[in-house]
């Protein structure tokens, strides 16, 4: 009997201390959680891709084993970093192209384009990047320089923001253009009455481009994705796809080519494509989420094209554009609405937002939790900040610092005020969502975090910081780049924090971003990236 005592204590004590196996553990580190409380750990256990334990490194080792442990030596860790409003596959195409962003002159473009062609010797040259507003002459340029360069071979260059073309005459004849054509939303840019090669918004639908090819689309996918997972990101929400790409990127997924999470905002300038998606439903898998239509309510500022109240401070009796008439986003409203999906919408005049919200507002009466979204939200007037109080805004912080030294001459120190308004749109919502628009600016997000915190350049100007009544503090920056970064897509409950039950995503960064001086936060880059607690970067 006392032998049979004996063997029960031994086996219930071999029972009580056998540790569970996982997948991954992590110890020793500085997380910061994002949980309700903000909560802080030192380590966490992952199995079958989630988070399945959080806690001090002691408990973790106490309860679970692994054959893979990480010592974080005290590095800091955050949950995987959301891009909310981003270009991920035409960032990813872009790297087939010419790069013309950052140059200070056309001249520099010019440059540029002879040493990509001498290079790559391409049928018809295509990039992106060029800002007039970098330059010492703040000019839109014109085409007689690319003509004499490339007499016979097309070159079609978008503006930064997406929202101009600059075009040579041989893309003109490409696309059978011999004249200005007058377009609802947009605009054929001339000069005594004759082309410039610079078009506006709808402008430039009339360009005809060689369609890419399936592999080249591949390549760039995985190109975006491995930038991407560089800086830490490991779900970006892609704002404007057409249904082939979603089916490719589904079909890379697949396959497991494609790891990144993808919140797929389906491009809404196509009525068929509209009632496909909504037609189909939601679509919904772990790496991809297809419950969204991205609208664009006018142009940029940089170009002139967003649409404003007022006249232009810099461009007499010059008001920008709605894309399309007040009619149209009724309509594209009211359909959406009477679905599950979300609807996006693109505003960065004062105009377009109160168009735009106003519109939400009324086809949203007696419907809750939509969470439809105003992307940029660039310029509100003041009556209209109240109508964010059920409408999500969707920012990119590095626009107020790109921005900050002219869009005061394009608005004037009125509206201004209203302009970047992080910290007041987030007081109406409760929430803000951050992204960089990339490639329209870097796909680096702790750029994201340093515009948002300090508002200033790299060069530490402004001194004092951009009209800093509206910077975010750091712990809404961290939330605004995950989990309400997440909630605006609604994934809050399988992302966007360390928690248990959530895809273990996180990124081990090099320095802590919630502790280091200001200045040095543009620093701080990803030492390692985890999706599903799979090591990615």
Avoid at 44 to 71: L, W
Avoid at 237 to 251: F, M
Avoid at 335 to 364: P, R
Avoid at 462 to 486: C, H, V
Wanted: glycine share 6%.
């Amino acid at each position: 009997m006392k032998y049979l005592f004996s063997l029960f204590i031994f086996t219930f004590l071999t029972i009580s201390c056998q540790k569970e196996n996982v997948d991954l553990i992590v110890i020793n580190s500085n997380t910061y959680t994002v949980n309700n409380s903000f909560d802080k750990a030192e380590a966490f256990a992952i199995k079958d891709g989630k988070f399945v334990a959080i806690g001090s490194s002691k408990e973790i080792e106490k309860k679970y084993q692994s054959e893979n442990t990480v010592d974080a030596n005290k590095q800091t860790i955050v949950p995987g970093l959301i891009d909310a409003h981003c270009h991920f596959y035409r960032m990813g195409l872009q790297q087939q192209k010419v790069d013309v962003s950052g140059t200070k002159s056309y001249e520099e473009v010019l440059q540029k384009l002879v040493a990509f062609q001498k290079e790559k010797n391409v049928a018809f040259i295509t990039g992106r990047g060029w800002d007039q507003n970098d330059w010492d002459i703040k000019e839109f340029p014109t085409k007689e320089k690319l003509d004499a360069l490339f007499p016979n071979i097309p070159v079609a260059i978008t503006r930064v923001d997406g929202h101009a073309l600059l075009v040579n005459q041989a893309a003109l004849d490409y696309s059978e253009i011999t004249k200005p054509i007058k377009v609802e939303g947009g605009e054929f840019i001339t000069k005594k009455g004759k082309l410039t090669g610079v078009l506006i918004d709808n402008a430039m639908d009339f360009i005809k481009f060689p369609s890419t090819s399936k592999q080249e689309a591949i390549q760039g996918l995985l190109d975006a994705q491995k930038i991407s997972f560089s800086y830490g990101l490991t779900t970006v929400d892609d704002a404007g796809l057409n249904q082939k790409t979603i089916e490719l990127i589904d079909s890379l997924h697949q396959t497991n080519d494609l790891k990144m999470r993808v919140y797929a905002m389906v491009s809404g300038d196509k009525q068929a494509q509209i009632d496909y998606y909504i037609n189909k439903g939601i679509i919904k898998t772990e790496r991809l989420n297809v419950r969204s239509f991205k609208v664009y309510g006018d142009g940029a500022l940089g170009s002139r094209g967003a649409a404003m109240r007022k006249p232009y401070s810099d461009r007499d009796n010059h008001f920008g554009a709605l894309i399309y008439s007040p009619k149209r986003y009724q309509e594209i409203a009211k359909q959406i609405a009477a679905s599950e999906y979300q609807m996006n919408t693109h505003a960065i005049g004062d105009s377009a937002n109160t168009w735009l919200t106003k519109t939400y507002k009324e086809v949203l009466k007696n419907k809750t939790n939509r969470r439809w979204r105003i992307e940029h939200a660039q310029i509100i007037s003041s009556e209209d900040f109240k109508n964010f109080d059920n409408i999500l805004p969707s920012v990119q912080p590095t626009h107020a610092t790109s921005d900050m030294y002219w869009a005061e001459d394009r608005v004037g120190a009125e509206r201004i005020k209203g302009a970047y308004a992080f910290k007041d749109l987030l007081k109406q919502y409760g929430k803000i969502a951050l992204g960089t628009d990339f490639p329209v600016e870097k796909v680096n997000p702790f750029l994201t975090f340093y515009a948002a915190v300090v508002r200033k350049d790299l060069d530490n100007y402004p001194k004092n910081g951009f009209q800093m009544e509206n910077s975010l503090t750091r712990e809404e920056t961290l939330k605004g780049m995950t989990i309400w970064a997440a909630y605006s897509n609604f994934e809050e409950h399988e992302k966007g924090s360390i928690e248990v039950g959530k895809f273990a995503d996180f990124v081990i960064l090099n320095q802590d971003i919630m502790k280091v001086e200001g200045s040095k936060i543009p620093k701080t880059e990803a030492v390692a990236t985890y999706l599903n607690g799979e090591k990615v970067f």
